[in-house]
């Protein structure tokens, strides 16, 4: 199929972007990639008057380095984390996951707030960032918001984005030095969304203890005290005190009823923790 018939506009700054979306008269649609918008446009799920390509606003693809965290722009690409143009600070989690997103010409195109903001439950910035505990700025014709990026995902689809407003930012926390993390996407080939994400972080200058169930029905599942179910994180062998029976319980009440489905994100989440404390 082809989409409707639709205006473009390519604003040069945000204000100029805030202008265009605000128009209570017309459907508009924001394009920073367009690797998520494009099927949804050719299948015509969305039927915009007019979209709003973000991608030639310089600001929303900065890079700020700052003393506690990195603050990223919107349109920055998930390639511009694999190839680490962005200062890693996550002890390589960020570009690990960012290599394992789709195929190369899905990130470099992709970006860090259309993918957070497309709330897709099996994508995988939603789930890592989730785990490290990053957040998002967002900004409308008065005012702006920071949200956390757990909080910024309501469910499938859906994101805490009101009319008017554009996600401008993602500001990611250092991590302490004797951070470790691991990340494990349950997926049949290389770069498939995911069936079932686990992500672990254990950040003792932080005081993080943190695990992460994805590709669920809804928005991740965010454990803020891990050692819960698998002790500090600090023994020899942090996967062998992990409980199953725990995080299988967990997600029943979270209501995914079907076995096969919750031990999928049960090895997902005990592979993630065991790729933390590498044998
Ligand atoms: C073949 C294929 C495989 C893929 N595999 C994976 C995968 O394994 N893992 C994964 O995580 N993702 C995967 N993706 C999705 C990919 O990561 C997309 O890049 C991402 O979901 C959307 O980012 P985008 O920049 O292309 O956003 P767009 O498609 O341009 O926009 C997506 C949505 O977000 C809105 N939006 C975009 N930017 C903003 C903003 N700054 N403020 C407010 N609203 C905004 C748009 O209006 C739209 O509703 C895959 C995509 C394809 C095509």
């Known amino acids: 199929m082809k989409p409707v018939n639709f205006d473009y506009a390519r604003p040069k700054d945000i204000a100029g972007a805030i202008s265009l979306i605000s128009d209570q008269g017309r459907s508009v649609k924001i394009m920073a990639g367009g690797q998520s918008l494009g099927p949804m446009l050719n299948m015509r799920l969305v039927q915009p008057d007019l979209v709003v390509d973000i991608t030639g606003i310089s600001e929303l693809k900065a890079v700020n380095d700052h003393s506690e965290n990195v603050v990223v722009g919107a349109c920055v690409t998930h390639a511009d984390f694999e190839d680490l143009r962005v200062p890693d600070v996550t002890h390589g989690a960020l570009a690990s996951v960012a290599n394992g997103i789709a195929y190369r010409a899905v990130r470099n ?4 707030g259309g993918s957070l903001t497309h709330a897709d439950p099996s994508a995988d910035w939603i789930s890592i960032l989730s785990t490290i505990g990053a957040s998002v700025t967002v900004a409308g014709a008065s005012a702006t918001r920071t949200i956390s990026v757990e909080d910024y995902m309501l469910g499938a689809l859906e994101a805490d984005l009101r009319p008017g407003e554009i996600l ?3 500001s990611i926390p250092k991590l302490g030095k004797g951070a470790r993390w691991g990340y494990y996407k ?10 079932a994400i686990g992500a672990f972080l254990h950040d003792p200058d932080r005081g993080v203890s943190r695990a992460v169930i994805g590709a669920t029905e809804s928005k991740p599942i965010v454990v803020a005290q891990a050692s819960t179910f698998i002790g500090d994180g600090r023994g020899s062998a942090p996967g062998k005190a992990f409980d199953a029976g725990a995080v299988a319980q967990l997600l029943e009440a979270s209501g995914m ?3 096969i489905d919750r031990q999928t994100h049960i090895v997902a989440l005990r592979r993630a923790i065991e790729r933390a404390y590498p044998a």
């Open 257 to 259: 009823i079907d076995q």
């Open 186 to 195: 349950s997926c049949r080939k290389t770069g498939e969304f995911a069936h």
């Open 109 to 112: 195109r992709g970006t860090i």
């Open 168 to 170: 401008v930012s993602v």
